[in-house]
Structures are given as structure tokens and as C-alpha cells.
């Protein structure tokens, strides 16, 4: 959808800005390796608690890593999805600057959620009746 609107270039500098962004933040400072071994054990660690060298190796640890990872791509999508408002950032600019152009969906939200709250009571509505 980027591609379409914007281009295959443009598309490329915002995914290379955030790569490189989310590098410099969580890569480069070890912050994304730190998390990982805080709550997966190292071998060494594993090896030195004599009894539990097993335990969670297999099904435990490894889903930890997984919810890690998603945890990271979320971010990285996250600092995706920023620098991709920047990218419209200028045209916002620009037609809020033009000359007869307003905000005029306020009163057509009003209405519209006047309409939404026309069939539901309130809670003060149940309580005073």
C-alpha cells in the first residue's frame, strides 16, 4: 500500500530509516540481546543449576523467545509506522494551509455519536431511574 501511494523508493528510505533507527536504539546498545538473556539462561547458566539443566529447554525457552521476538518486531513496526506519518508530514502541511480548506467533521462526529448513545442508557440514566 506504501508502494502504491508512495513509491518504491520512498518505501525503501522509510523501511532503511527504521532498520537503521531500531538498530542504533536496540542493537547497537545491546538492549535487545540483554533482554533475551534476562529471561532465557545461558548454557553456562543452565549448567551451573545442578538439577534444572533440562528444565524448559525444549518447550519453555523457546516460546519465551518467540513472545520476545514479537515483542521486538512490534517495536520495529512501531518506529515503521512513525517515520511513515513523517513521510506525510509535508502534504498534511500544505492542505491545512490552503486557502477554504477547515475541519468541518466535528459536528458530522457529534451527530454520529448523538446516534450511537441515542439506545444505550448511561450509567447515571440506570442509577436515577
Same mark, same amino acid.
Not at 508502494?3 to 527504521?18: F, M, N, Q
Not at 532465557?40 to 519453555?60: T, W
Not at 506519518?85 to 457529534?110: H, V
Given at each position: 500500500?506504501v508502494?502504491?501511494?508512495?513509491? *518504491?523508493? *520512498?518505501?525503501?528510505?522509510?523501511?532503511?530509516?527504521?532498520t537503521? @533507527?531500531f538498530?542504533?536504539?536496540?542493537?547497537?546498545?545491546? %538492549? *535487545?540481546?540483554?533482554?533475551y538473556?534476562?529471561?532465557? +539462561?545461558?548454557?553456562?547458566?543452565?549448567?551451573?543449576?545442578?538439577?534444572?539443566?533440562?528444565?524448559?529447554?525444549?518447550?519453555?525457552? +523457546?516460546?519465551?523467545?518467540? #513472545?520476545?521476538?514479537?515483542?521486538?518486531?512490534?517495536?520495529?513496526?512501531?518506529?515503521?509506522?512513525?517515520?511513515?506519518?513523517?513521510?506525510?508530514? +509535508?502534504?498534511?502541511?500544505?492542505?491545512? *494551509?490552503? +486557502?477554504?480548506?477547515?475541519? #468541518?467533521? @466535528?459536528?458530522?462526529?457529534?451527530?454520529?455519536?448523538?446516534?450511537?448513545?441515542?439506545?444505550?442508557?448511561?450509567?447515571?440514566?440506570? %442509577?436515577?431511574?
Open positions: 500500500m508502494v502504491s501511494y508512495l513509491g *518504491k523508493e *520512498k518505501d525503501a528510505e522509510i523501511r532503511h530509516t527504521a537503521a @533507527w538498530d542504533r536504539l536496540f542493537v547497537r546498545t545491546g %538492549v *535487545k540481546d540483554r533482554v538473556r534476562y529471561f532465557i +539462561p545461558s548454557e553456562h547458566e543452565r549448567q551451573s543449576s545442578i538439577g534444572f539443566q533440562d528444565i524448559g529447554r525444549e518447550n519453555l525457552f +523457546p516460546f519465551i523467545a518467540a #513472545r520476545i521476538q514479537v515483542l521486538w518486531d512490534s517495536v520495529y513496526q512501531s518506529m515503521r509506522r512513525f517515520f511513515l506519518m513523517l513521510a506525510w508530514w +509535508p502534504a498534511i502541511l500544505i492542505l491545512t *494551509k490552503l +486557502p477554504g480548506f477547515r475541519l #468541518r467533521g @466535528w459536528r458530522f462526529l457529534e451527530a454520529f455519536q448523538h446516534e450511537i448513545h441515542q439506545g444505550i442508557p448511561t450509567v447515571e440514566a440506570q %442509577v436515577a431511574g
